[in-house]
């Protein structure tokens, strides 16, 4: 319940910054800057927030992070100038690092037997936060006519989620650290990612991976931006396009993956996934109607709800199991640069090409995951 409230809020506001920095006066470049700063902060705060829960608690430190993004939403609702709202985004990106406390808080009160099961349920409720978070803010849009009410109903879910912590959720440390010892390899893995790069086993997966993420980051960073653009829709019908993304891949998730795995390899149904998205873009290129989106969009669901699983899995079949740790944070760290990168990226090219250039970049992206496709996952199990 406390990762519902936390995922609601975050997921009703997204598709809106965007459109909030415009009304700011701001291109879409100058989106895409601001849009970075959230997760150029992350990137550095993730694991020292993470580091500090270990010394100082998890409970402490979820309720810490929660108020950062409760004045962050805050400030986005109040946001009449454009130093308010990069304001917002630093607040939250530096202090409110809610989801790595919560996947912390939940390996400790699970066994290495019960973790899988766990971070399965975290994924359905983070699911089900992705569907009802862009509803309730397209419905709030209707009721209001108003930007701001999103970003105070955001405010006013993650206050909630502060109140069932501090009544709810007993502290998961017994013993705590009795100092803090952080170094510069433990916020950038640079260290690890020599070492794993140096792995035919390794290498290829993290590269597909980055590749799938840089693919899938730099159009949906853009979505709301492109969508406006190309076809003319209104904030509520783009919260409503959101919905439908988020609805399809937890169906997706939770009962076509595993019949389809069943009767079709592993490869094979990755395969099947990117060529969805590529699908997906290239469609996108070629229509402006809003009802007929639904269609391209369907199969974007199906393609990162079933890639993405897919390629976790495979990243942490390859190593051993007192590696996953080390080589999940590489990962993430790839993703985070992908993050801060592609926001900009789209922002620029939105800008100054045509939107199209979007959609086709995207799909050119997939496109090079089948390029490598032997390197990454078939001349590894050979040569072991």
């Known amino acids: 319940m406390i990762q519902f409230t936390e995922v609601l809020g975050f997921s009703s506001v997204m598709p809106l910054i965007p459109k909030l920095g415009e009304n700011l006066g701001l291109n879409y470049l100058q989106v895409g800057l601001v849009i970075s700063i959230f997760s150029l902060c992350q990137l550095f705060a993730s694991p020292i927030t993470g580091k500090l829960s270990d010394r100082f608690g998890r409970k402490p430190l979820l309720i810490f992070s929660q108020t950062s993004t409760v004045i962050g939403f805050l400030l986005l609702g109040i946001a009449s100038n454009v130093w308010i709202l990069i304001a917002a985004r630093l607040v939250d990106g530096l202090l409110g690092s809610n989801m790595t406390v919560a996947q912390a808080y939940i390996s400790d009160v699970t066994t290495p037997q019960q973790r899988t099961k766990s971070y399965s349920y975290s994924s359905a409720v983070f699911g089900a936060g992705l569907i009802f978070g862009p509803m309730i803010s397209g419905v709030l849009l209707v009721i209001y006519n108003n930007i701001s009410a999103p970003f105070f109903f955001a405010a006013g879910v993650s206050i909630l989620s502060i109140i069932l912590v501090s009544i709810f959720l007993p502290e998961s440390i017994t013993k705590k650290e009795d100092k803090i010892s952080l170094k510069f390899g433990d916020i950038i893995p640079i260290k690890d990612a020599k070492r794993f790069f140096k792995s035919a086993k390794t290498r290829g997966i993290l590269i597909a991976f980055f590749i799938y993420g840089f693919g899938f980051f730099i159009f949906i960073s853009t979505f709301t931006q492109y969508t406006t653009n190309q076809f003319g829709v209104t904030l509520q019908q783009i919260t409503f396009y959101m919905t439908w993304i988020g609805a399809l891949r937890v169906l997706f998730q939770t009962v076509i993956i595993n019949p389809i795995l069943k009767k079709v390899s592993e490869n094979r149904t990755l395969k099947l996934g990117i060529l969805a998205m590529i699908f997906t873009m290239v469609f996108l290129i070629f229509t402006n109607n809003y009802w007929i989106v639904y269609i391209p969009i369907s199969f974007l669901a199906f ?82």
């Open 303 to 384: 393609g990162t709800g079933v890639a993405r699983p897919i390629l976790m899995s495979k990243l942490t079949k390859v190593v051993k199991r007192e590696e996953i740790g080390s080589l999940l944070g590489v990962n993430n760290s790839l993703n985070s640069v992908a993050l801060v990168i592609t926001p900009i990226l789209g922002g620029l090219i939105l800008d100054y090409l045509p939107p199209q250039i979007l959609p086709l970049l995207s799909a050119i992206i997939f496109s090079l995951i089948f390029i490598i496709w032997r390197w990454a996952f078939v001349k590894p199990y050979q040569e072991e």
